[in-house]
């Protein structure tokens, strides 16, 4: 049995208990008011004979007295029982039954209950009368037993009606579940991730859970095409130092190679291996910065002591003549993991010798503000053009692709804005083109 078919059941089970308790209630209710109207009417009545014959000056006098009204037998007795004038049940005479004065009971007479009141009074003469009502408690059984009748006619209807509603139920509460199941099916056959459950009716669990699942397909999609956005960065990115390699092992074989061609060779294979170990750990790195497969864990720390460290580490060959000038104030703090920031700056300080004027100078400065610390790197290279400011934090956008030895890979920027990005930071860049850049990181 499908739980969809176990739910209906049980929510129809249910609804039905519920409604045979509240017919059962009504009908109790209906009975009990009805034995309620049947008792009042039996007081009333012999009440009011008593009240008329205390009027009368002879109890002889019977012409006024309705010995059956109303549902109800009125006898009336003298004070040893006997039977004066009236109608009455022979079960219930006196010598079977003892008058109790105002006192309301009830009989049961071979499984038939009566109820029965009895008064007295005293005539002109000093004669005692006895007055006894006699009613059956079944009186008004007829509408009791309509009442009955029709709540076991709807029996049925109420049964469709729970069937009907639990099913409506049911469907209302699998049916988001069945979506779910099918979507995520699809994706597991047809490999397509950029399906989404996108439930937007149906129990708030169920609306919650596939935004979940949405929220699962959306990082999976994102992780596909990271994982297909390396692979394709990668094989570009490397054919040409592989190309450059094997045509230098290619030229070191030939025949009449001398010892400065070989030497030359390994020199080339060093670089161009060192170039793609740098462009594989940049990817890397980008990937899991935007994938976050990785937990860097950020601590309060002195972020003067390892700017100055990751400058003192970054020395770069002295070919160009370009120095390095720094301003770092002291006893600046920050949130921060120690690899990833010293990465950055890294990369800043290599991005700016890059496209540096030759012969020219660095400047890095360090200092607090607002509560922040602010990070800057200027250079006087060649600058960036307006337009294409936006797009130098794109992977492997260069602004200039014909500085020959001194183009990089076009990932440290990318590589920058996401490290910033991960510790809560910002970084901007102020350009000039023939004057060069500023690049500011507020973390």
């Not at 003298?78 to 004065?101: C, K, Q, W, Y």
């Not at 008064?119 to 509408?143: C, N």
Request: charged share 25%; aromatic share 8%.
């Amino acid at each position: 049995m499908s739980a969809k078919l176990k739910l209906t059941v049980w929510i129809a089970s249910m609804m039905l208990l519920l409604s045979l308790l509240t017919l059962a209630v009504v009908i109790w209710v209906d009975k009990t008011s009805l034995i309620d109207g049947v008792q009042e009417r039996l007081v009333e009545t012999v009440l009011e004979n008593e009240k008329l014959l205390s009027a009368e000056a002879d109890p002889v006098v019977w012409d006024e007295v309705d010995f059956f009204s109303h549902g109800v037998y009125c006898a009336f007795y003298d004070n040893s029982g006997r039977l004066l004038r009236g109608l009455t049940v022979d079960e219930l005479t006196p010598a079977d039954l003892p008058f109790m004065e105002y006192e309301l009971r009830s009989i049961d007479v071979d499984g038939d209950e009566f109820c029965i009141y009895d008064a007295r009074l005293y005539t002109s003469d000093a004669t005692l009368v006895w007055i006894r009502g006699i009613i059956p408690a079944s009186d008004d059984s007829g509408a009791a037993h309509l009442v009955t009748v029709l709540t076991f006619s709807l029996l049925p209807f109420i049964l469709i009606l729970s069937i009907v509603g639990g099913w409506f139920m049911a469907k209302t509460s699998f049916d988001p579940i069945e979506k779910i199941t099918r979507t995520a099916n699809s994706i597991k056959d047809g490999n397509d991730l950029t399906q989404r459950i996108a439930l937007k009716k149906g129990p708030t669990e169920m609306i919650a859970l596939s935004d979940t699942f949405d929220g699962m397909f959306d990082r999976l999609e994102d992780s596909f095409k990271a994982e297909k956005q390396f692979t394709s960065d990668a094989s570009h990115e490397l054919r040409t130092p592989i190309t450059v390699i094997k045509a230098s092992c290619d030229r070191a074989m030939k025949k009449g190679c001398t010892r400065a061609d070989f030497e030359e060779t390994i020199g080339i294979i060093s670089e161009q291996a060192e170039h793609m170990s740098c462009l594989v750990m940049h990817l890397l790195d980008l990937t899991r910065l935007q994938q976050g497969t990785e937990r860097y864990q950020l601590c309060e720390g002195d972020l003067s002591e390892l700017v100055r460290e990751a400058c003192a580490d970054y020395m770069p060959e002295q070919k160009r003549g370009i120095t390095l000038e720094t301003d770092i104030a002291d006893g600046v703090t920050a949130c921060f993991n120690t690899p990833l920031m010293a990465s950055l700056v890294q990369n800043l300080l290599q991005n700016a010798y890059r496209y540096g004027n030759q012969n020219g100078s660095i400047l890095l400065t360090l200092k607090s503000c607002g509560g922040k610390a602010v990070l800057s790197v200027q250079d006087d290279g060649i600058g960036i053009a307006p337009e294409h400011l936006d797009n130098i934090w794109q992977r492997f956008w260069q602004a200039d692709a014909s500085r020959g030895e001194n183009v990089g890979n076009g990932l440290g920027l990318s590589l920058v804005k996401e490290i910033a990005e991960l510790h809560g930071g910002t970084v901007s860049v102020d350009s000039t083109p023939g004057r060069g850049s500023t690049f500011t990181v507020v973390i």
